[in-house]
Nanobody
């Protein structure tokens, strides 16, 4: 089994920045996709960003393009999400996921973290 632990969430003013981290343990992830998803109260979980572990290709949902950047550190088995120019509509619980399926769909992921809360004030 695999354990994923998110960190870096918190309260930030609109226009500010946060950097989320996702640390993986229990298994190596060579060739695995790593993704970030978010879920606001009363809404379905939504895709945010993903990175192909073996190829380094990145994917972003339209609302975050140009503002968020996903990156990886294979030596540390860690994936990051740099979030800039945050907006109130970005408020959600952010989840890290690992898997080997369709990279921009939650069905493509097998392992999930517990989530970290991001709150944006204005």
């Amino acid at each position: 089994q695999v354990q994923l632990v998110e960190s870096g969430g918190g309260l930030v003013q609109a226009g500010g920045s946060l950097r989320l981290s996702c640390a993986a343990s229990g298994r190596t992830f060579s060739g695995a996709n790593m993704g970030w998803f978010r879920q606001a109260p009363g809404k379905e979980r939504e895709f945010v960003a993903a990175i192909n572990w073996s190829g380094g290709s990145t994917y972003y949902a339209d609302p975050v393009k140009g503002r968020f950047t996903i990156s990886r550190d294979n030596a540390k088995n860690t994936v990051y999400l740099q979030m800039n120019s945050l907006k109130p509509e970005d408020m959600a619980v952010y989840y890290c996921a690992a898997g080997w399926g369709f990279i921009t769909r939650d069905r493509g992921y097998d392992y999930w973290g517990q989530g970290t809360q991001v709150t944006v004030s204005s």
